[in-house]
């Protein structure tokens, strides 16, 4: 197997952790081969296991023993107080700040910035936009499929680096509605927390006990596992700097650890996600994400 060159990246925890699961987390990341680190709290501005501080002391920790620590601010902002909040992260001058949304690319006002995901840029026309506003680096959006990305390759502008997610439960769409309150018929503002109980999301499936989707506070999220590790050395070949991992409560290590294999030239073992978990990758290949085509190259 010839070597790929690409940087693997973690995405920030979309999950409510407790805090030791959380801190036990990212000193395995620490030891990890992973080269990008995706810190901060994304989903819900409530969560209160790390606090603001904390995500910061976290990030100068993970920086300390090497790696390359991105802020990761929030995708959907509800509130003044999160307005607030999200001025402020990208008012800090010490890490570079991931934007979810374009609110953050305004108060960055021209520093460098990776551009999330769900800023869904779809061709080279935004990509030159994001870029002469500081985008460093830019996160596909996640149902891209193989040759909407090539074509995308081909017209970003130069100097503007492209990462891929390859792994992890997808965040499909976001609401200020919290899914996981009202499941459990409580009010958003008074949810006692009840994601901590769900390390993975909230599994949703059909009247026919299909897996179907998952909620995750605000987030609805595929079902499934995405699993593209196998088109690692394809992706790096199309031009792709970074691969990114979206933590699960298992396989996450397993899936760093076989994206560092594949790039130094070596099989790889298979990264299970959590039990009962599938795995999909139709997006990539133009069909139903749901799908898993393995057999595909």
Request: aromatic share 8%; hydrophobic share 45%; glycine share 8%.
């Amino acid at each position: 197997m010839t070597s790929s060159t690409y940087r693997i990246s973690v995405a920030p925890l979309q999950y409510y952790w407790s805090r030791q699961h959380t801190l036990d987390f990212y000193a395995a990341l620490a030891d990890s081969p992973a080269d990008i680190l995706y810190v901060g709290e994304t989903v819900c501005s409530r969560r209160h296991e790390l606090r603001a501080e904390d995500w910061m002391d976290l990030a100068r920790d993970l920086r300390a023993v090497g790696k390359t620590v991105v802020l990761s601010g929030r995708t959907l902002i509800e509130t003044g107080a999160e307005a607030s909040a999200l001025k402020k992260l990208c008012g800090q001058d010490d890490f570079m700040v991931e934007a979810g949304e374009l609110g953050a690319v305004r108060h960055l006002n021209g520093r460098a910035f990776v551009a999330g995901p769900h800023v869904n840029a779809y061709h080279g026309g935004t990509l030159e936009w994001l870029a002469g506003r500081g985008a460093a680096r830019f996160v596909a959006p996640l149902e891209m499929d193989s040759k909407t990305l090539a074509l995308l390759m081909a017209e970003k502008p130069a100097g503007l680096e492209a990462e891929v997610m390859v792994w992890g439960r997808m965040a499909l769409a976001f609401s200020a509605r919290c899914f996981t309150a009202r499941h459990f018929r409580l009010k958003k503002d008074d949810c006692g927390f009840r994601c901590i109980e769900h390390p993975d999301g909230l599994d949703m499936r059909t009247r026919e006990a299909s897996d179907f989707l998952a909620i995750n506070g605000i987030q609805v999220q595929s079902g499934a596992c995405l699993d593209l590790l196998s088109q690692a050395p394809a992706l790096a070949a199309m031009g792709v700097e970074v691969l990114r991992v979206s933590p699960q409560s298992a396989g996450t290590l397993e899936a760093i650890a076989a994206l560092d294999a594949t790039r130094r030239g070596l099989a790889p073992a298979e990264a299970q996600p959590p039990a009962g978990m599938v795995r999909c990758n139709g997006y990539f290949h133009g069909k139903p994400g749901i799908d898993l085509l393995e057999a595909a190259a």
